[in-house]
Nanobody, 124 residues
């Protein structure tokens, strides 16, 4: 069974950092597109960052560019989202997602597998 387990959320002060994890089971990230999305209360789900594990290309939303970075640990079959200089507007439930595609996938509706979400709260 294919599963994604997102974790690492929490409460942090503005300017702080968090690392979110997305652990996969039932498949490996090789040749998959992986994305992080977030949804704030009353807002639509939006893309945060994406990576193509086939060629390493990445995408970051303008709102997080320069502050957030994706990385992976192949041995643990886990993707990470490193979030630095967090702002109150980063407060949201963060989801990781994956789809068997060789290129970047930015649109949420194109992803097949989703983690359960992890809450990030940034206080001012």
């Amino acid at each position: 069974e294919v599963q994604l387990q997102a974790s690492g959320g929490g409460l942090v002060q503005a300017g702080g950092s968090l690392r979110l994890s997305c652990a996969a089971s039932g498949f490996t990230f090789e040749d998959y597109a992986v994305g992080w999305f977030r949804q704030a209360p009353g807002k639509e789900r939006e893309v945060v960052s994406c990576i193509s594990t086939s060629d390493g290309s990445t995408f970051y939303a303008d709102s997080v560019k320069g502050r957030f970075t994706m990385s992976s640990d192949d041995a643990k079959n886990t993707m990470y989202l490193h979030m630095n200089n967090l702002k109150p507007e980063d407060t949201a439930v963060y989801y990781c997602a994956a789809v068997g595609a060789p290129l970047l996938v930015i649109k949420a509706r194109e992803y097949d597998y989703w983690g359960q979400g992890t809450l990030v709260t940034v206080s001012s």
